[in-house]
């Protein structure tokens, strides 16, 4: 089981609240709030009624994890390294920003 949940339901990489973008980045270098973080590999879904693969492998082997979050949110406390170390994620529906960011 995969540990980041997606809400993004208008993004092509998104099927049943999970990521199948092979990896992603969390962008936000100067974020202090959640608003401020947002999935810079975030793509809408032009034509929502057409379910693309495009790019990705979508079975559940191929989700995305935690350990493959890169994240230039460096204010956050799960930050090591710009990589992250959350015990799970969760990405926002509204904007796609990262609702587990927690600043230091």
Do not use: W
Not at 7 to 22: I, L, M, Q, S, T
Not at 46 to 61: L, R, V
């Amino acid at each position: 089981m995969k540990n980041l949940k997606c809400d993004a339901e208008k993004c092509v990489y998104n099927k049943h609240r999970e990521c199948y973008a092979g990896k992603i980045l969390v962008d936000g270098t100067q974020a202090t709030t959640t608003a401020d973080t947002y999935c810079a590999t975030f793509r809408e879904n032009e034509n929502p009624s057409f379910s693309s693969s495009a790019g990705c492998c979508c079975d559940a082997e191929h989700a995305v994890g935690t350990s493959e979050i890169k994240c230039e949110a460096v204010n956050c406390v799960y930050n090591e390294h710009k990589l992250c170390h959350a015990p799970s994620v969760k990405i926002n529906d509204m904007d796609a920003s990262c609702n587990t960011f927690k600043p230091r």
